[in-house]
């Protein structure tokens, strides 16, 4: 019934930004625990598009609509202003189409979702390159100044990195204008820390975390796929997705997390 109604509207946009609200309020990775990250989020991600689309009506003559906002209402929790200072809101961002300005965008809405001015710290995932290609600090230059510049308007704190070396980290850190506050290891490829990487981090105050991401946590076949098993018989081979930003919001006293959530951004290439 409202699936009609959503296909309508997927075939006439020509973006669509999809919101999974607080996933500790509705409960979405149920079926399996513990799920792997890139499970996580495309089981989110389905039911977010699965739910929105039992309750878009039928009554569709309204013009195109460009952009399309996707997201259950009961499941967006906007956090307390009197709360606040309380609370420390990270994000982790993965660029999946190559394109540094998608990271305003994503902090954008993220704030605009939680109800802050700003986050107080995001990491960026090395955005997606060719195969036979080495990651270098060209590479990552103009996504680095796009976060330096949210970090110089105040949108966000401190700005973190993910998976590099001692090499392209020491690189990173003596171009930036704003230095990289963390980096992020990878433990399915590398148990314990490098050495070398250790003490750069400890010389220079770089604080070292860990996470379990795949290289890529969500990539274009799956999007499509979980598009396609929601929303039957939609065009899912024109939607890419642009981007995806994972947030929580922690209870600094007692370090408890109170909200997660995803935000992501897709395009539709229509011929």
């Known amino acids: 019934m409202g699936t009609e109604g959503a296909r309508s ?56 609509v460009e952009v399309l906002e996707c997201a259950v209402a009961q499941a967006i929790e906007k956090i307390n202003p009197e709360e606040r200072d309380e609370l420390k809101v990270s994000a982790k961002l993965f660029i999946v189409g190559s394109n540094s300005s998608s990271i305003r965008d994503a902090v954008d809405l993220a704030c605009s979702a939680l109800g802050v001015a700003q986050l107080d710290s995001v990491i960026i995932a090395p955005p997606p390159i060719e195969d036979g290609t080495s990651l270098s600090l060209e590479y990552l230059q103009p996504y680095w100044q796009e976060l330096e510049n949210l970090v110089q308007n105040k949108k966000i704190v401190a700005i973190g990195t993910s998976d590099l070396d001692k090499a392209l980290l020491e690189q990173l850190y003596l171009w930036a204008q704003v230095k990289p506050s963390s980096n992020q290891v990878n433990l399915a490829s590398c148990c314990v820390m490098p050495p070398d990487l250790t003490a750069f981090a400890k010389e220079f105050d770089i604080q070292l975390l860990t996470h379990n991401d795949p290289k890529e946590l969500l990539c274009e076949a799956s999007f499509q796929e979980v598009l396609q098993e929601s929303i039957q018989n939609v065009k899912a ?31 539709r290439n229509a011929s």
């Not at 919001?249 to 395009?267: D, E, H, L, N, W």
């Open 9 to 64: 509207l997927l075939e006439r946009a020509r973006s669509l930004t999809l919101q999974t609200g607080n996933l500790l309020n509705w409960g979405c990775p149920r079926k399996k625990c513990p799920a792997t990250p890139g499970e996580e989020v495309q089981e989110c991600i389905q039911k977010t598009l699965t739910e929105w689309s039992s309750k878009v009506g039928q009554d569709l003559n309204q013009e195109t």
């Open 237 to 267: 081979n024109e939607w890419i997705p642009l981007w995806l930003l994972r947030y929580s919001v922690i209870v600094k006293s007692r370090g408890i997390i109170k909200s997660k959530g995803y935000i992501m951004q897709a395009k």
